[in-house]
């Protein structure tokens, strides 16, 4: 059974950082890319980041670059989303899911082309 769970949120000041994670098991991800999303209230799900797994490489939306890093974890299936600098306005849910896309484009930042989902966390910047 696919499974992806996000781990790592919370409340954090204006500038601090935090360090999602991504758990997953039922697959192996060298055949995967996992993206990063965020959902804040009353706004649609918005890609945040991706990594093409075995490949390596990684891609990011234009408000969070420079900020945040996407990465492999050193045990097998675990991804790691480290976020720098954050403002309020990354505020919300964050999830991680799983596509078959591993050429990374812009694409990769559109929910519709991801079929499986974590839980999401909640990340909250407020001084």
């Known amino acids: 059974q696919l499974q992806l769970v996000e781990s790592g949120g919370g409340l954090v000041q204006p500038g601090g950082s935090l360090r999602l994670s991504c758990a997953v098991s039922?697959?192996?991800?060298?055949?995967?890319?996992i993206g990063w999303f965020r959902q804040a209230p009353g706004k649609e799900r918005e890609g945040v980041s991706c990594?093409?797994?075995?490949?390596?490489?990684?891609y990011y939306a234009d408000s969070v670059k420079g900020r945040f890093t996407v990465s492999r974890g050193n045990a097998d299936n675990t991804v790691f989303l480290q976020m720098n600098s954050l403002k309020p306005e990354d505020t919300g849910v964050y999830f991680c899911a799983s596509t078959g896309r591993t050429t990374l484009s812009t694409a990769n930042l559109l929910p519709e082309f991801y079929s499986n989902w974590g839980q999401g966390t909640q990340v909250t910047i407020s001084s």
């Open positions: 990594l093409s797994y075995k490949r390596g490489t990684t």
């Open positions: 039922g697959f192996s991800l060298d055949y995967y890319a």
